[in-house]
């Protein structure tokens, strides 16, 4: 019985087993395919290129594996390249389009903000349904310049993922967004004002 390939075969894992010339051949298929990528980005528009919604997210993935496919495959034309990128993005394009334009769609499709804390009391409901840690949320917090849970009036996460935070006026009693960091990196615990007795 004869072996399709030996194991640790270095010149079939390094260079491959397709003729010298192909090489050429990839090189060039990059050029076509980063060209088609430039066009679909250019369909997309300046939305696109900012923050990624959902939809957009997806479709990154599957121009990723699209234009691999056609790079690293021999038996891959870059035809059906092209009309997965072309087809892909034209059903995102048209899903944002019926989603401006359409409640039932927009519904269906994206997701709703979800308020997380509400004056410096986090919903820890609202976390577990969105798959969102407690430390991921306070370090959007002090991001925002929170240094106490109780300096919190709002916090939203986003539909593109980012929380937003709107803070009250008032003056942290203490700073219990940033005591336990400190503590952390001093590997003890942090001095605390010693309070007189009287």
């Not at 980063?34 to 939809?55: E, T």
């Not at 390249?81 to 087809?87: E, K, M, T």
Request: hydrophobic content about 45%; overall charge neutral; charged content about 25%.
């Amino acid at each position: 019985m004869e072996k399709d390939f030996e194991p640790f075969d270095w010149i079939r894992i390094v260079i491959g087993q397709q003729p010298p010339l192909y090489l050429l051949e990839v090189a060039f298929k990059c050029v076509l395919v980063f060209l088609l990528l430039l066009l679909v980005m250019r369909i997309m528009g300046k939305r696109g290129q900012a923050k990624l919604s959902p939809m957009q997210q997806m479709l990154l993935i599957a121009l990723g594996s699209a234009a691999g496919d056609a790079l690293l495959y021999p038996t891959v034309a870059l035809l059906y390249a092209a009309v997965v990128l072309f087809g892909v993005t034209g059903l995102t394009v048209g899903l944002e389009y019926l989603s401006g334009r359409s409640h039932w769609v927009r519904d269906r499709v994206e997701s709703h903000p979800r308020l997380l804390v509400h004056d410096g009391v986090v919903d820890g409901d609202a976390l577990l349904r969105e798959r969102t840690t407690e430390r991921e949320l306070h370090a959007a917090l002090r991001v925002s310049g929170a240094r106490s849970m109780s300096q919190v009036r709002y916090a939203i996460l986003e539909v593109d993922g980012e929380i937003s935070v709107f803070l009250n006026d008032r003056k942290p009693a203490e700073e219990d967004l940033i005591l336990p960091i400190i503590e952390a990196s001093r590997g003890t615990k942090a001095q605390r004002p010693a309070r007189s007795s009287q």
